[in-house]
């Protein structure tokens, strides 16, 4: 199969391409130049993924059977990209988030309503509110992933990319990404306080019992890998995510045991935390992603245990400390507030 990808070096797409070539399929792999497709990348095209229309004759000629879309952050993206695509690709599949759905609106503090938290299927609410994130949150990102865009918001595209009469496509919503390469650095703040010989890790007592979605990057790819190549998929809209949506508690003690930490992980009453150990938003609202549908008609597994995952990720967070980071540490203000819920 002839596989043409728009964002092909990022940190979930390279491993997707390269789990795709390993699987014996050609990949076209259209970037910016800016960094190294995977090893054994059939043909590059550069060029800006923004202004997909202006290269159509070029993406074309190379007669693709699917073409995928790592980076589609807005509606005007998702149609540029049917409009280049339609007529000549047998199906189209873009990268969607688990942040379309009403439960991350309420989270974050964008959508109206009371907290709803059954399993988070395909077909569970979508939020009503346009844009996921506050101002605030985008401004970061933008710091850290060149895709994002002021206007971000997948719901709009998803409707573009499975709209399409002529251009079957198939959407995959990701869930809170880990691993080596992680732009956000997600295991970084247990990480961090274990190798400063931290002996309490302080979590506040409303984000401890919060549940949110996970995935191990290279098993992420995996089941990206497995839905660009599956032709079942077109019309379909699936979760990868891992089958446990741990509470963070209980994610912090997995990676802290992983880090090798020798302390206590210890929940703290809210008005007792320090104001960087509570991130706004409503965490009576979980996150609970249900991923059976892609486990059911595409028999995914991940090929990567959790220990292991964890393991990888903990050797490169130690080896590569983030330049930009989002997270605070001040462990002044923990001391106080770990001695004043000892007593």
């Not at 990348?41 to 059977?65: F, K, N, V, W």
């Not at 974050?108 to 938290?117: I, L, V």
Request: no cysteine.
């Amino acid at each position: 199969m002839r596989i043409l990808s728009i964002g092909a070096t990022g940190f979930i797409g390279k491993l997707a391409l390269e789990r795709l070539i390993q699987l014996g399929h050609q990949v076209i792999a259209f970037h910016r130049g800016e960094r190294q497709p995977p090893m054994g990348t059939a043909i590059e095209i550069h060029g800006d993924y923004r202004h997909l229309s202006e290269y159509r004759d070029d993406l074309q000629s190379q007669a693709p059977d699917v073409v995928v879309h790592m980076t589609i952050a807005n509606e005007r993206q998702a149609a540029d990209f049917m409009n280049t695509f339609r007529g000549f690709a047998r199906r189209a599949v873009m990268l969607s988030s688990t942040d379309v759905y009403r439960a991350a609106g309420i989270l974050h503090g964008t959508e109206p309503g009371e907290p709803d938290n059954g399993p988070i299927a395909e077909d569970a609410p979508l939020r009503t509110q346009p844009n996921p994130y506050p101002p605030e949150a985008i401004q970061m990102l933008q710091k850290l992933f060149p895709w994002a865009e002021p206007d971000y918001d997948k719901i709009p595209a998803e409707r573009i990319v499975m709209g399409d009469s002529e251009l079957p496509g198939t959407v995959m919503r990701l869930p809170m990404v880990y691993g080596p390469y992680d732009p956000l650095h997600r295991l970084y703040p247990v990480v961090k306080r274990v190798a400063d010989g931290r002996t309490v890790i302080p979590i506040a007592e409303s984000v401890a019992q919060w549940r949110g979605p996970r995935g191990y990057v290279e098993n992420v790819a995996a089941g990206i890998a497995r839905a660009v190549v599956d032709q079942r998929t077109a019309g379909r809209i699936y979760n990868i995510a891992e089958p446990d949506n741990f509470t963070e508690l209980e994610w912090t003690l997995r990676v802290a045991e992983a880090a090798g930490f020798q302390g206590e992980v210890r929940v703290l009453p809210d008005d007792r935390a320090p104001a960087h150990l509570k991130p706004p938003g409503n965490y009576r609202q979980h996150w609970a992603v249900d991923s059976s549908r892609i486990r059911r008609d595409l028999e995914y597994d991940e090929p990567v245990p959790v220990a292991d995952a964890l393991r990888r990720t903990i050797e490169w967070e130690r080896a590569n400390p983030p330049a930009i980071s989002i997270w605070r540490f001040d462990y002044p203000a923990e001391d106080v507030a770990a001695a004043s819920s000892a007593s």
